[in-house]
């Protein structure tokens, strides 16, 4: 069955980075897009962006430009989200999902919290 | 920036219908999801290409998507499904949310 585990919650001080890992299993990894999307305590959800595993091209929400790097390893069948010069906004849950027609699979998501 | 435009709260007796808009610019012309999401759960799919349910997904809920507006519908509500609910606009980058929609089962 198709799984995506994500790593452990962080916590970070503002202007810190925070690398969060999705592994991936149940399925051919280079076969399906991954995105990374985040929500803020009590808000909506958020998209930030994607990852084509196969060859590793990106794209990023505007908003997120510049901060956050999305990267994959295709031998552990593991992708990446780092972002970069943390603030207290960017406290938050951040998710994993499987691209394809909607996310029909979500890691379990993991909490990053800033706070000095 | 394209934006997706959905109420914030839906009240619903059990049993009733309940219906969430989500409205955007020319949205027929893309695919419509919802996604459903519980306190402390990861979001749910329960409808994609805006109207296909994915296994496991109970067939009171529909959908439908045209013009500027897509719909999810929940047909005889029952508690269970008392949650947030989020469209998305599935086209290519930027994959918008729309600002999600808490539905209560009075």
């Known amino acids: 069955q198709v799984q995506l585990v994500q790593s452990g919650a962080e916590v970070k001080k503002p202007g810190a980075s925070v690398k969060v890992s999705c592994k991936a299993s149940?399925?051919?990894?280079?076969?399906?897009?991954m995105h990374w999307v985040r929500q803020a305590p009590g808000q909506g959800l958020e998209w930030m962006g994607i990852i084509n595993p196969s060859g590793g091209s990106t794209s990023y929400a505007q908003k997120f430009q510049g901060r956050v790097t999305m990267t994959r390893d295709t031998s552990t069948s593991t992708v990446y989200m780092e972002l970069s010069s943390l603030r207290s906004e960017d406290t938050a849950v951040y998710y994993c999902?499987?691209?394809?027609?909607?996310?029909?699979?979500w890691g379990q998501g993991t909490l990053v919290t800033v706070s000095s | 920036s394209y934006e997706l435009t959905q109420p914030p709260s839906v009240s619903v007796s059990p049993g009733q219908t309940a219906s969430i808009t989500c409205s955007g610019d020319?949205?027929?012309?893309?695919?419509a999801c919802w996604y459903q999401q519980k306190p402390g759960q990861s979001p749910v799919l329960v409808i994609y290409?805006?109207?296909k349910r994915p296994s496991g997904i109970p067939e009171r809920f529909s959908g439908s998507n045209s013009g500027n507006t897509a719909t999810l519908t929940i047909s005889g509500t029952q508690a269970m499904d008392e949650a947030d609910y989020y469209c998305?606009?599935?086209?290519?980058?930027?994959?918008?949310f729309g600002t999600g929609t808490k539905v209560t089962v009075l």
């Open positions: 149940g399925y051919t990894f280079t076969s399906y897009y």
């Open positions: 290409q805006d109207s």
């Open positions: 020319k949205l027929g012309d893309k695919y």
């Open positions: 999902a499987r691209g394809g027609d909607g996310y029909h699979y």
């Open positions: 998305q606009a599935w086209d290519s980058s930027p994959y918008v």
